[in-house]
């Protein structure tokens, strides 16, 4: 089993359906938690832009509601030609679950490899509040 492709095709299979009306920019996520469960989000976009959701804070708020404190990784299949990065706010969201490996790809199917750390250099995080 290939942890990493698997997890790009639930995002994949998940972009199917994003709500994506404005945009016209689907995507899809899926999560891998502490223990090895696997939940996925897509966005859901609202006519009040900000009111909107990425599909990684969906996955990962799926996981939490399941009981999950950590994460392992994340891939993120988006609508671009190459690899869908996750936005500033994604980053800030993982970096609160640890320092997932983060698979990024686009529609050509390439991956981007990366840390949630690395993504987001010198972040505020849990430890900046005194938690592990």
């Not at 899926?30 to 609202?46: H, I, K, L, S």
């Not at 706010?89 to 840390?115: K, M, N, T, W």
Request: hydrophobic residues 45%; negative net charge.
């Amino acid at each position: 089993m290939n942890a990493a492709r698997d997890l790009l095709e639930a995002a994949r299979a998940v972009r199917a359906r994003a709500y994506a009306p404005y945009s016209s920019f689907p995507v899809g996520a899926a999560v891998e938690d502490e223990r090895g469960r696997v939940y996925v989000g897509c966005n859901v976009e609202n006519a009040s832009f900000a009111a909107g959701l990425c599909a990684e804070r969906a996955a990962i708020a799926a996981a939490v509601a399941d009981g999950a404190h950590g994460l392992r990784a994340v891939a993120i299949a988006g609508s671009s030609p190459g690899p869908t990065m996750p936005c500033g706010i994604c980053r800030q969201v993982l970096i609160e679950f640890g320092d997932p490996v983060v698979y990024a790809s686009g529609l050509d199917e390439s991956v981007h490899e990366s840390r949630a750390a690395a993504l987001l250099p010198d972040h505020f995080g849990p430890r900046d509040l005194g938690r592990p």
